[in-house]
């Protein structure tokens, strides 16, 4: 009787707990569920060992699980909004991406402060169907450990800009403006300065602090997304 009545109680507590499960994580957002940055990797990982311990073992109050699992959702959405809201704490809790593979040529340095080897590099880039690094203008190895590549112009799959059907411009961009925050690294690279950046802003009729993010690409052509945009079309499933 002692079997069945845990079997029992094992079986009603994943009856009850998933659907709470399925709430907080629509709570917690697609954030949490898509790309796993590091700390909603922790995240999971603790809501599932909370869940995992309360299924397992019926001696665990069941009320306790329930509480646990709906603090661990208001902790992760607290941290989404702070880092949404502060830049800097975002960049503590997460890693940068990072240039690996520049002109052709691996950046050892960025490599080893990744504690990533060649042989991982060659796997992400083979299984993108680039099988020499000679091939490749840059890499980029985002915050959730994918490989982002762009090849160099002769490996590239030829586009209607590349057979003159549309004007042509640089596919290459940089950040330059971040939530009205000025990248003055992006500046220096381009060889342009902030007076240049204010006369191409007021030549468009935009003050700094509208922006709410903008690149520039090699040939210093701005791209702005303003901090109020017009009502996109509605997408359903």
């Known amino acids: 009787m002692d079997i069945l009545k845990d079997a029992l109680m094992v079986a009603g507590r994943i009856v009850t ?31 599932g060992a909370v869940v995992g311990a309360d299924i397992a073992d019926p001696n665990i109050e069941h009320i306790h699980t329930a509480v646990a699992i709906v603090l661990i959702g208001l902790l992760q959405r607290g941290v989404s909004v702070l880092t949404i809201k502060y830049r800097k704490f975002g960049q503590l809790i997460t890693f940068e991406p990072t240039v690996v593979v520049y002109k052709g040529s691996l950046l050892v340095n960025n490599l080893k402060k990744l504690r990533y080897s060649v042989d991982n590099i060659s796997q992400m880039l083979r299984e993108k169907d680039i099988f020499h690094i000679s091939d490749v203008e840059f890499a980029i190895l985002e915050a959730n450990g994918k490989l982002t590549v762009y090849k160099k112009g002769a490996k590239a799959v030829p586009t209607r800009e590349d057979l003159g059907l549309v004007q042509q411009h640089s596919d290459l961009s940089y950040p330059l403006i971040v939530e009205g925050t000025v990248y003055k690294k992006t500046l220096a690279y381009i060889k342009k300065d902030e007076i240049w950046l204010e006369s191409q802003l007021q030549a468009k009729g935009l003050q700094q602090e509208d922006i709410f993010y903008a690149t520039v690409d090699d040939n210093g052509e701005i791209y702005v997304s303003e901090q109020t945009t017009g009502n996109p079309p509605p997408i359903r499933h």
């Open 17 to 47: 707990i998933f659907p709470l499960m399925l709430v907080i994580g629509l709570f917690m957002g697609r954030r949490s569920i898509g790309e796993l940055p590091v700390f909603d990797f922790l995240i999971i990982i603790a809501l």
